[in-house]
Structures are given as C-alpha cells and as structure tokens.
Nanobody, 119 residues
Framework: QVQLVESGGGLVQTGGSLRLSCAASGFTFDSYYMSWFRQAPGKEREFVAA????????SYTDSVKGRFTISRDNAKNTVYLQMNSLKPEDTAVYYC????????????WGQGTQVTVSS
C-alpha cells in the first residue's frame, strides 16, 4: 500500500523559504518520477515540479522556476522541495506523488502539508 507523508509546511512572510519533505513507502521508489503538486483554496490541484528516478531530469511549472528546487534521496525514499523567495500566490496545500509521466499524477495522495505565505 502506497503511503506518502508530507511535512515541512508552515507560515512564512513573502520572500521567505521553506523545505518540504515527503517520506514514501509501499512502492519501488527509485522506479518512479516523484512530483509535487499543490492546491490553493477554490482552485484545482496543479503540477509544481517533478524529478526522474535517477535525478537526471527535472520539470517545473513556470511560476516556480528559479525559486523552487526538487531533490530526492532514494536511500531514504524521500523527496524534497526547497522553496525560496516565496510569494503569497504560493499559498496552498502541497502534495507529493509518484508517477510514470511528468505532470500526470497517480491516484496516490497523502494528507499534504499547508504552506501559507503572508504579504
């Protein structure tokens, strides 16, 4: 059974930083892309970033390029999202997700972690 546990969210001011973590289990971690998605209040869940299993390919949505960095530790079955220069529009619940195709999530979700950026 796939389990995903996100952590590291919180309340920060505009321009601040946070590092999210996602501990995964129940599947072969190093055979999947790992992605981050987010969902803001009243909006649909959207793709944020993805990282291939070998670390050799990354993808970011345009609004976070240059500010967010996705990384992973296959030995720990953990994926991270370093978020710098945060903006109020980054406020959302952030979720990690294992997938085979960039931007296309599988139906595996954790509880998410709340990120709130104050102006």
């Amino acid at each position: 059974q796939v389990q995903l546990v996100e952590s590291g969210g919180g309340l920060v001011q505009t321009g601040g930083s946070l590092r999210l973590s996602c501990a995964a289990s129940g599947f072969t971690f190093d055979s999947y892309y790992m992605s981050w998605f987010r969902q803001a209040p009243g909006k649909e869940r959207e793709f944020v970033a993805a990282l291939r299993w070998d670390g050799g390919f990354t993808s970011y949505t345009d609004s976070v390029k240059g500010r967010f960095t996705i990384s992973r530790d296959n030995a720990k079955n953990t994926v991270y999202l370093q978020m710098n220069s945060l903006k109020p529009e980054d406020t959302a619940v952030y979720y990690c997700n294992p997938n085979r195709q960039v931007g296309v999530p599988t139906d595996n979700w954790g509880q998410g972690t709340q990120v709130t950026v104050s102006s």
